[in-house]
C-alpha cells in the first residue's frame, strides 16, 4: 500500500511589543486556517491566541523587545498547536485561580483552560513559551488534502 505522508504546516510572525499586535495575529492565525482549511474551530483558537499574546505583552514582553507566534498543523493527527514566545521572567500562574468578581483581567487561562484541549509552559533562554492544542477537522485547501 502506499501511503502519502504529510509534513506539517507551519507558520510564524514576530511582533513588537504594542498593542496593535494583537489584531495582526489575529489576522494572521485566521489568513492560516483558512489556507489549511481547519477552521472548525476557528473562533476557540482565536480567543485562545488573543489571551496568550495579552498575557505575553502584558507580562512577558520586556519594553523595547517582542514575541513569536508559531502555528503549527499535524493534517494526519488533526492537532493544532500554537505558541507564544517571549523573552521576559514573567511567570505564568496556574489556570484554576479564580478572579476577583470585579476584576478587570485574570481569566485568561481560564479560558485557554476550557477552550484548547492542552494547554501548558515550556522554558526558552530567555524566557518561556506558553502554547495550547486543539483537535481539529482539516479539510481540503490550498496544498491539503483531506485525511
Known amino acids: ?60 514582553v520586556p519594553p523595547g523587545r517582542g514575541f513569536r507566534l508559531q502555528l503549527r498543523l499535524e493534517p494526519v493527527d488533526g492537532v493544532l498547536r500554537v505558541e507564544v514566545h517571549d523573552s521576559g521572567d514573567g511567570e505564568v500562574g496556574p489556570a484554576g485561580a479564580d478572579p476577583a468578581p470585579d476584576a478587570e483581567g485574570g481569566r485568561g487561562l481560564l479560558l485557554v483552560a476550557a477552550l484548547a484541549d492542552k494547554w501548558g509552559v515550556g522554558e526558552r533562554n530567555p524566557g518561556k513559551v506558553v502554547w495550547c492544542e486543539f483537535e481539529v477537522s482539516v479539510g481540503v485547501g490550498r496544498g491539503m488534502s483531506t485525511r
Not at 494572521?28 to 496568550?52: I, M, N, P, T
Request: hydrophobic fraction near 45%; proline fraction near 3%.
Open 1 to 60: 500500500m502506499n501511503e502519502t505522508t504529510q509534513l506539517p504546516h507551519f507558520r510564524e510572525v514576530f511582533h513588537r511589543r504594542e498593542r496593535r499586535s494583537i489584531p495582526l495575529v489575529r489576522q494572521f492565525v485566521r489568513a492560516a486556517l483558512v489556507d489549511w482549511a481547519c477552521e472548525s474551530r476557528a473562533d476557540d483558537v482565536l480567543l485562545c491566541v488573543s489571551e496568550l499574546v495579552t498575557n505575553a505583552l502584558l507580562h512577558g
